[in-house]
């Protein structure tokens, strides 16, 4: 345990630590201990800080990843000659007095030979049962000579450890004792010196992978490959031989592969080296004495599934994909949040390939589809794509609405719908307000049991949770992240399913981020979540219980984390802001072919696919003109045998055109607006009877549908619709900011008689609406302490015209204006005196309404407040 004190005391005078470098030396290793594999559990020691007391260095973390892997620039660095390389030590040979002695006993010390407590401390439990310890094992090494001597200074830049063997792999700890150039610290890394060899091989044959390979791709261009990687615990000691209780420790974990196969700290010390003879407080000695130091390397491989295990550092698309085998997307968009999960089923991609070319919803899956099986990045990627303003299951609501009008003489609506599902309550979908009550039940078989209607049973089943309400008491709309279950095995109606994927929702609540999490192998064969911009692969543990949501009631806004609705950056910090808000299960008749889909998949897209001369001729000529004029061959394309000039032609325009296809911009779904259909509801339990309004004098004979609209984020409404799909006839709604409504409506707006009770101030309005705001005759509630019931006539939403006010007066009421009771009293009647309008009134007023007097002029004032006292 490092003792703690007070600021270190400055160097001695004929030292300038700006200008010093310490020699290493030859080096001497210790006796090696046995490797030991069981450790009692501890927790992850953090990495710390570039201590305080220093002065002041570059800030940069305590790693050495992919910027600093193989540590060439650390070996070739150069310093100034004029620099000197070794310096006279004077031993600090004082020992602490009887009261520090004491405060260093009450701090608790340990030996840095005490391997056991230290093997505790670096490899740390990992409470997952698929990440599992392999095989643990120590470097123990002496450095003599730190400093050296006038006669033979250490000038060595970087020393390596004697090579300890630790599962099938070499690794060693390299040091530099000046740290790396500009710094006053040393630097420690520990290195796998396998991967350093040409020997290693840095990438595998993908198994199993989690999306299938395009034939035309893998065949003709080179195929995607898998990185190779062990992900280690490690720990380091530095420390006094001949007093083991001083010492300086660092833990930390780390994915090692070819590419970063060191990990270490820039900065290991709390003190500068040229401190290192000087005792500090809380030291029992200086931790350089005899010129010596001591350094044990705690290493311990672990077996991890996800490759993905204490990545360090950026991944670029490309790298991602070489760890998951999958194309990360960027933006967390509606869209590909919803279709993703889809593609990864079997059955639907089959469904995709084959709907026609160029038309729509081919031109959005098809292009996407592309890019998941050829793993293409675009220059596009990282650019913001559209954010819609929908519900993920909205998106999907719209794309099975649409399907029947985007292919009119086809059945693929039906084929849709027998797969997927038609999202539509009063066909069976469980979503909108037809979603799972998963606030009262929080698992998705009780929920389901307890469903009021029947539930449709497609070949991928997609359930909505319940993630909001409306809270009627403080008049706005919250999220629930109350804890629901998600069962690995569901039962609908005796119908067996299987976990398959889940939809996130990710911060406030009208936040439209959402992230696909997607087990295409099934189940134990791995997790991937698809994020903003990266792919991760995830065990059942870090997929699952990390999404599932908090351990409180849902919607109990009384712990903040609980309820992501307040702040739109909870999606930052809020640990449950990012919560399961759908869930797909594979239906067990389907599964088989979903779990088991092959590694390589054939697809040539009739929209790339030349289909005679006319069109093979072009192709020709460009693809002629542009190889020949670089003095290249087709990029990618390898002629196989006994294929013709023509036919290798033909696969190089083929594989060409996809390239060019998977290349460009992420495609976008062209996006109904959503008013040429209406989601209903089949028990329709509203209010509103469509005969009975054509007795209203706003029913004009439009009305043509009931039903409900009910997405996450978005306004509510239960009512009538016109043939357009907009608000029309009587209705319920209630607006994202919590505003509710209870009356007639007109192409979208409120308009006839309703009620309205406003969120923000809780004042009620029962009146005439037009366009959407008070006109006419109407009566307005307060929800003030006084009560005050407002019954006259309103224009453009405001007070206007003659009224009868009843209730309190109020010193807010006082301060308004006693004719329009709008605007502040601002103006003064002379000669009378009496103070009562605000300008615009008191214009058109010759005689005061208080005590009958002519107005011969009027005073404007600044700062009027009227009070009851």
Not at 98 to 114: N, Q, V
Request: hydrophobic share 30%.
């Amino acid at each position: 345990m490092e003792a703690a004190g007070g600021l270190p005391p400055p160097p001695p005078p004929n030292l300038n630590p700006t200008n010093l470098n310490i020699p290493p030396p030859p080096t001497v290793p210790i006796t090696e201990l046995p490797s030991t594999n069981n450790m009692p559990p501890a927790q992850p020691a953090a990495v710390a800080a570039p201590p305080p007391q220093a002065p002041a260095i570059p800030q940069v973390d305590h790693q050495d990843s992919e910027d600093e892997g193989s540590g060439s620039e650390h070996d070739d660095s150069e310093e100034d000659d004029d620099m000197p390389r070794w310096y006279p030590i004077e031993e600090d040979k004082s020992e602490p007095c009887a009261d520090e002695l004491e405060y260093i006993k009450s701090k608790g010390e340990h030996s840095a030979t005490d391997h056991a407590y230290w093997e505790s401390k670096a490899f740390f439990a990992i409470d997952d049962p698929e990440i599992t310890p392999r095989e643990s094992g120590r470097i123990d090494w002496l450095v003599e000579g730190f400093n050296g001597t006038k006669e033979n200074p250490n000038n060595q830049e970087v020393m390596h450890s004697q090579i300890q063997r630790i599962d099938g792999l070499d690794w060693q700890i390299r040091f530099y004792p000046r740290g790396v150039p500009g710094s006053e610290y040393i630097s420690v890394f520990i290195e796998c010196v396998s991967m350093l060899s040409d020997e290693y091989a840095a990438m595998e044959d993908f198994k199993d992978p989690p999306f299938p390979f395009l034939k035309l791709a893998s065949s003709k261009q080179n195929k995607i490959k898998k990185r190779r990687s062990v992900a280690a615990q490690l720990g380091m000691l530095m420390y006094n031989p001949d007093e083991p209780r001083v010492y300086e420790y660092q833990a930390e974990a780390h994915q090692f592969h070819k590419m970063s196969n060191d990990y270490g700290w820039k900065y290991f010390t709390r003190f500068p080296r040229y401190e290192f003879h000087i005792r500090q407080h809380g030291q029992r000695q200086a931790i350089l004495r005899g010129d010596k130091l001591a350094f044990s390397a705690y290493i311990r491989t672990i077996d991890d599934p996800t490759g993905c295990l204490w990545e360090h550092g950026d991944q670029s698309a490309d790298g991602i994909t070489a760890v998951t085998g999958l194309r990360p997307f960027s933006r967390s968009l509606v869209y590909t949040a919803s279709a993703i999960p889809m593609l990864h089923f079997a059955p639907f991609r089959k469904f995709a390939r084959d709907l026609p070319p160029r038309e729509g919803a081919s031109e959005w899956l098809h292009p996407l589809l592309l890019k998941m099986y050829s793993r293409k990045r675009s220059p596009n990627y990282g650019t913001r794509g559209s954010q819609y303003d929908v519900d993920v299951m909205e998106m999907l609501w719209r794309v099975a609405n649409g399907l029947p009008q985007m292919y009119p003489d086809s059945d693929q609506g039906s084929k849709f719908n027998d797969l997927v599902g038609s999202f539509h309550a009063e066909k069976g979908a469980v979503c909108g307000s037809n979603r799972l009550n998963t606030k009262d039940y929080p698992s998705v078989q009780t929920a389901v049991d307890h469903h009021q209607k029947l539930i449709a049973r497609p070949a991928l089943l997609t359930l909505e949770l319940q993630r909001q309400e409306h809270d009627k008491n403080e008049r706005k709309w919250k999220k629930l992240t109350n804890k629901v279950q998600c069962e690995e095995k569901l039962s609908v109606g005796g119908t067996s399913y299987t976990l398959f994927a889940f939809i996130t929702h990710c911060g406030h609540l009208r936040s439209c981020r959402y992230n696909s999490y997607v087990r295409p192998r099934g189940p134990g064969k791995g997790w991937y979540a698809y994020q903003d911009s990266k792919v991760t692969r995830l065990t059942e543990k870090q997929a699952r219980e990390r999404h599932s949501g908090g351990d409180c009631g849902g919607g109990d806004s009384s712990r903040k984390d609980e309820d992501g609705y307040d702040s739109p950056f909870s999606e930052f910090h809020e640990p449950t802001s990012e919560v399961t808000c759908a869930v797909m299960y594979v239906r067990d008749d389907s599964a088989e072919q979903t779990f088991n889909a092959p590694d390589v998949e054939e697809w040539v897209p009739d929209f790339v696919m030349p289909l005679n001369d006319a069109v093979d001729a072009p192709i020709k000529s460009a693809l002629h003109e542009s190889f020949a004029a670089a003095g290249t061959p087709a990029p990618s394309v390898i002629a196989p045998p006994a294929v013709t000039e023509e036919e290798f032609t033909r696969l190089n325009a083929i594989a060409t055109l996809i390239d060019d296809a998977a290349t460009r911009a992420t495609p976008e779904p062209v996006m109904m607006d959503g008013e040429d259909v209406v989601m209903k509801d089949a028990d329709d339990d509203s209010n509103y009877d469509i005969e009975a309004q054509e007795t209203s004098p706003m029913y004009d004979g439009k009305v043509a549908s009931a039903g409900t609209k009910d997405w996450l984020g978005q306004a509510y409404y239960e009512g009538s619709f016109n043939e357009h799909g907009a608000y029309h006839g009587g209705g319920h709604h209630i607006a994202t900011n919590g505003d509710e409504y209870l009356g007639e409506f007109r192409d979208g707006q409120y308009s006839g008689f309703g009620k309205l009770v406003y969120a923000l101030t809780g004042n009620i309005y029962e009146g005439e609406f037009q366009e959407g705001r008070p006109e006419g005759r109407g009566k307005l509630t307060e929800a003030s302490s006084t009560g005050n019931v407002y019954e006259g006539g309103f224009r453009d939403g405001k007070k206007h015209g003659d009224f009868v006010l009843t209730g309190k007066v109020t010193d807010e009421d006082q301060s308004h204006c006693h004719i329009c009771y709008d605007k502040d009293i601002t103006t003064a009647f002379y000669d009378c005196g009496h103070v009562v309008a605000c300008r615009e009134c008191a214009a058109q007023i010759d005689v005061c309404p208080v005590c009958r007097r002519r107005v011969v002029a009027r005073l404007q004032l600044y700062g009027v407040r009227v009070s009851n006292a």
